[in-house]
């Protein structure tokens, strides 16, 4: 229905914004991802996806193109529905969601509300394919640059002795807040420094 939406924020919460597009509000749901990148923008372009029940329609907004597309895989999953997609969006960014379908890791979805041991197996054996294409088709891409990036690094400093949990995190927070940073290298030395 709509691609995307490009308008004013009058109203920013971690769970749903309001978009003011021409004096029209829209309420648009979003993740945590979403919120954590637009939450210090006036105007904003959301990509959209719009859900519609008998009674409700509801518009899901994301801040790039690659969380819509996971968003959408997600939809794809008996059993999960917009607002799980959106929990385990906003419990995983969508390069660890990626990661963890692509590496048969169940267990990275036991963090998330809604989603038991069948469903994220479920997810993994509907979703390995699809996301493994998607990989081959934007390889280029700084998404999945970024997604390889976090896996060598993660695997570098597991080498040294490093939590596997610990590290990845750690460098989610580094990559969120140093976008620039596109090396696997500069993302072992900056890990190194604030883990020492």
């Known amino acids: 229905m709509y691609a995307y939406l490009k308008g004013s924020l009058t109203y920013k919460s971690p769970t749903q914004v309001y978009l003011d597009i021409n004096g029209v509000g829209y309420n648009v749901l979003i993740t945590l991802n979403t919120f954590s990148k637009i939450e210090n923008f006036d105007t904003v372009k959301l990509f959209t996806y719009v859900h519609v029940r008998e009674d409700v329609l509801d ?22 529905g917009p607002n799980t997609a959106r929990v385990v969006l906003s419990s995983m960014t969508p390069q660890e969601v990626s990661t963890a379908i692509l590496q048969d890791n169940a267990a990275a979805f036991n963090k998330v509300k809604g989603i038991g041991p069948k469903t994220a ?17 934007q390889g280029s891409s700084v998404y999945f640059e970024l997604s390889n990036y976090k896996m060598e690094a993660v695997s570098a400093l597991q080498a040294l002795g490093f939590n596997k949990a610990q590290v990845s995190k750690k460098i989610d927070q580094i990559l969120s807040q140093n976008p620039e940073i596109n090396q696997v290298e500069d993302i072992i030395k900056e890990v190194l420094k604030q883990m020492s």
């Open 121 to 137: 197996k479920r997810l993994i054996l509907d979703l390995k394919d699809k996301i493994a294409k998607i990989e081959i088709d």
């Open 59 to 80: 518009i899901y907004g994301f801040e790039n193109e690659s969380e819509k597309e996971i968003f959408l895989h997600l939809l794809s999953v008996s059993g999960i």
